[in-house]
């Protein structure tokens, strides 16, 4: 009875303790660096650095729930998007009606998809497979989709581990080829805190094709309640 | 106009001291031109012009968790340039109170926004969309409306008053979100008559599936007799009869994508109906809408478009399947940041209609 008390106590312990020789939780890290739950967010879609169109967003986030309000240019004011991790919705204000949209729709005509930028978590829908030191502080990770239904099967991320933000990603499709590139640019605002202040999106089935977004007034924090996350509240 | 004063005046009221007390403002406003031009092969050839300018105006201000707004839509229209065919009119006018950003009320004339149906909604009693423009602005209704918002659904209460008590009409809705799928339940009383309703759509990575359906015991259709002779629809029998649209919307690239929509309406007209019907063409013309007089219509079209959204092609098509008329109707969509060409074409097999073709084209300017 002694024997078996034992037994089972250590293996309570060893399925609690941490695995220190897994080194940092890299996926969390990420995600808690581009964790922001309110930016107002600028948009631009350049062709052959010619810039094609731009949208003016305020952006609002809690958990994995995030709501885009657009306020330019004229032609889009009004209009909204919500992302509740499984359903997608557009507001049009010329109707005043709401459609439901596919995930997986490139995001009104940028090089992003709608998942790209409402994108959930790194750490609930990758696992990391590897990872490199490269200099200095930079750290290559290698992630693996968890299941068929994530947008890329393989994401190569370099990572800072000084400032613990992530620089580079690179997504694969399922047959290993190179479909898109993000490269992070990051700034202190007032309060001492790093935030990204720039995303660069590149499709490299499209060479000459890339999409740059601009983060202004990143909060960590805001105060909308979750029912501001609703399709009701989308409605209003 | 009585009835409107009434809701400006009353808005006004209750909105003068908020506004007063209010610790944060804002204003914004937008301004909308669409001019557009259509010929059609009535007459030897018929050209028409309309123009509207909608002024769009939205005051919105907090106190503590209450929040409050006020959005004006006008639309002044003018048809053929001509000097006495100017009007104006409120498209939208409604005041919102909301409490915690849980509870809502709204005051005034305000768009319904009921339906998944892209081009048909028989759950939205009220406003029936042009199907060879979708994304018209369409004209509010009167109604005071309460809104409770949980995290999985919403529960909505209408009133649509109207002159008379007796003639008012009720609605309760009920909405739920769950794992990719909504659905809604609706209920209508209308005078004598109510109105059961229900919309579900399911959302996939690449396509969206709905089903919208109501169950109603009063038609809004004339039935047409053995003898081609015309039944209103205030004499009809008021059993329950169905309506239903379902459809499927394909997203299969950032280039293409396809959509198809059919609809069953239990009290339009039978084959043999429609050729009682024709008989008495181009008299009874007006009674029905000339592209779907039948119980079972048919819609589908195919999309591409320009990587960046800046143009798109579609290729559209109706077929009534009681009356055997097919349309095709091509859009072509250009868009450049605040400016947006469109340019259609409907074309008439076996017309029901009085033309056979019809061409026009629209430019919006939004600033």
Redesign the interface.
Same mark, same amino acid.
């Given at each position: 009875m002694k024997t078996i008390c034992i037994i089972s106590l250590l293996v309570l312990l060893a399925g609690n303790m941490p695995v220190y020789a897994a080194g940092p939780d890299y996926l969390s890290l990420i995600d808690e660096a581009l964790y922001i739950e309110y930016a107002d967010i600028k948009m631009e879609?350049y062709?052959n650095d010619k810039l094609?169109?731009?949208y003016q967003i305020e952006f609002y986030r809690k958990e994995a729930k995030m709501r885009m309000e657009f306020v330019g240019?004229?032609?889009e004011? /009004?209009r909204r998007m919500l992302n509740?991790e499984?359903?997608?919705w557009m507001y049009?204000p010329?109707?005043?009606?709401?459609?439901? %949209?596919? %995930?997986?729709?490139?995001f009104? /005509?940028?090089d992003a998809s709608n998942r790209d930028l409402m994108r959930l978590a790194f750490s609930k829908d990758y696992e990391l497979t590897g990872s490199e030191q490269q200099e200095d502080t930079l750290v290559q990770l290698e992630l693996k989709a968890k299941d068929l239904?994530v947008s890329y099967n393989k994401v190569i991320i370099l990572f800072d581990s000084q400032r613990g933000v992530p620089l580079k990603q690179e997504m694969f499709a399922l047959s290993g080829k190179l479909i898109k590139t993000i490269d992070y640019a990051y700034d202190k605002q007032s309060d001492g805190t790093l935030y990204m202040s720039e995303m660069l999106i590149k499709d490299e089935l %499209?060479k000459n094709?890339r999409t740059k977004m601009y983060y202004e007034n990143c909060k960590r924090r805001q105060e909308?309640?979750?029912?501001?996350f609703? %399709? /009701?509240?989308l409605?209003? | 106009m009585k009835r409107l004063c009434y809701y400006v005046c009353a808005g006004a009221i209750a909105w003068l001291p908020l506004l007063a007390n209010a610790q944060s403002h804002d204003l914004?406003y937008?301004v909308i031109l669409e001019s557009k031009g259509q010929y059609d092969d009535l007459d030897k050839g018929a050209f028409s012009a309309t123009s509207r300018l909608y002024p769009i105006v939205t005051l919105k201000s907090d106190i503590g968790e209450l929040s409050n707004s006020l959005q004006v839509e006008g639309s002044l229209v003018n048809y053929n340039f001509e000097k006495d065919s100017t009007g104006f009119s409120f498209q939208e006018l409604y005041t &919102?109170f909301?409490w915690?950003?849980?509870h +809502?009320w709204a005051v005034g004339k #305000? &768009?319904?926004?009921w339906g998944?149906g892209?081009l048909w909604n028989p759950t939205n009693f009220y406003i029936q969309?042009d199907p060879f423009r979708?994304?018209? =602005?369409?004209e509010g209704i009167f109604l005071l409306s309460y809104?409770y918002?949980?995290?999985?659904?919403?529960l909505e209460l209408y009133v649509f008053p109207e002159k008379e008590l007796e003639d008012f009409s009720y609605s309760l809705k009920y909405?739920y979100?769950g794992? =990719?799928v909504?659905l809604s339940l609706s209920f209508l009383s209308y005078r004598k008559h109510q109105q059961l309703g229900y919309d579900i759509?399911y959302?996939?990575?690449?396509?969206?599936a709905?089903s919208e359906g109501v169950f109603r015991n009063y038609s809004k259709s004339y039935r047409v007799g053995e003898e081609g002779g015309l039944i209103a629809p205030e004499n009809r029998s008021s059993k329950f009869y169905t309506e239903m649209v379902n459809g499927i919307s394909v997203?299969f690239n950032?280039y293409l994508g396809a959509r198809v929509e059919c609809r069953f309406r239990e009290d339009y007209l039978s084959r043999k109906e429609v050729n009682n019907y024709k008989k008495y063409m181009p008299l009874n013309g007006i009674i029905y809408d000339p592209i779907s007089v039948g119980k079972c219509n048919l819609f589908a079209s195919a999309e591409i478009k320009?990587?960046?959204? =800046?143009f798109n092609f579609q290729l559209r098509s109706f077929f009534d399947v009681n009356s055997n008329q097919l349309i095709i109707a091509p859009l072509f969509v250009w #868009?450049v940041?605040?400016?947006?060409v469109e340019l259609s074409s409907m074309i008439f097999n076996k017309s029901l209609a009085d033309f056979h073709t019809q061409t026009s084209i629209l430019l919006?300017c +939004?600033?």
């Open positions: 879609v062709k094609l169109k731009y240019p004229a032609v004011k /009004g509740d499984s359903n997608m049009m010329r109707t005043s009606k709401v459609i439901k %949209l596919p %995930l997986k729709q490139a009104m /005509g940028s239904s %499209l094709s909308k309640p979750s029912v501001f609703t %399709l /009701g509240s409605k209003q | 914004s937008q &919102r909301s915690k950003d849980r +809502h #305000k &768009r319904l926004d998944s892209m969309k979708t994304q018209n =602005r369409l809104t918002l949980f995290n999985t659904g919403s909405n979100t794992e =990719r909504d759509s959302g996939g990575d690449l396509f969206i709905y997203s950032a320009d990587l960046y959204d =800046r #868009k940041n605040n400016f947006q919006s +939004h600033f």
